[in-house]
């Protein structure tokens, strides 16, 4: 018998979404999957009844476009449901700059980063980097539209190609040094107070995230990595997180992302740790009694 009601928002019923389905049955938690392409969500009840039924206080945003999981979530907030990850903390975490301006103030080491808004800026900020350099759109994810250039002919080839994308944050150029690493980075997981797993991202190309090919193996996780994601993670806000983590060979762990709506199906393969659970008994847990 089921003691609980949640709501699990999204927008494709990955294998992440169905396996935290099946670990809520397994915790007697009764979940309801609301699918956001079917599904108008009201703004606040200023006189609009029933658009919206939903017989639940709590959230677990887990839309796959950040865009859509920050409004959803904006709009879940306006009729009193408390959504994880809470909708500035998504916020905060779908823009790169704002999540590497709230770290590095407080001591968190980062990439060393610049924003440039023009193509001259850029060649300027460049070389005050030193080549090679990694241009990211400030939003972003699996590492879509990240380029590496290793001199001023190559970033001039990918600001070209930029400025033929009608985006405007692609007009906002967020230039990072190319880190000191091994051929790995850390997808360091954190649910609540405690930091439950974590995987090496390894791959023979610069980038590793496993959306593009990098191979994901069981990672160690010592007590300081734990302390540097939970920290970050508290300084966004948010609760349900994955922490991207270089190991820099001069300056030991820098913190290079964080996730509001983490993936994690390859963890799971890779360390047979069943993430889902922790994050639905967390769900479970928050859910007012």
Known sequence: MSI?????????????????????????????PIHLYSSVIQIGYNGVKDVFKANAEIALQRAVSHSIALNATI???????????????????????????????????????????????????????GYPIVLKPIDGSWGRLIAMARDEEELRAILEHRSYIPNPTMKVHMIQELVNKPNRDIRVFVVGDEVPVGIYRVSNHWITNTARGGKAEPAKIDDELRELVLKSAKLLGIEIAGVDV?????????????????????????????????????????IKR
């Open 75 to 129: 709009a879940l907030e306006s009729l009193g449901i408390r959504v994880i990850n809470n909708s500035m903390s998504t916020a905060l975490a779908m823009n790169k700059l704002w999540t590497l301006s709230i770290l590095s103030r407080n001591g968190i080491k980062t990439p060393r980063t610049l924003v440039a808004f023009s193509d001259e800026a850029c060649f300027k900020f460049a070389q005050a980097i």
């Open 246 to 286: 270089f190991e820099d060979r001069d300056r030991g762990y820098i913190v290079n992302e964080i996730n509001a709506v983490p993936e994690f199906k390859n963890t799971v393969a890779a360390t047979g740790y069943k993430l889902q659970l922790d994050i639905m008994k967390y769900v479970k847990n928050q």
């Open 4 to 32: 609980a009601k949640a709501l699990l928002v999204y927008e494709v019923m990955r294998w992440e979404e169905k396996a935290l389905l099946d670990a809520a049955k397994e915790i007697d938690l009764d979940v309801e």
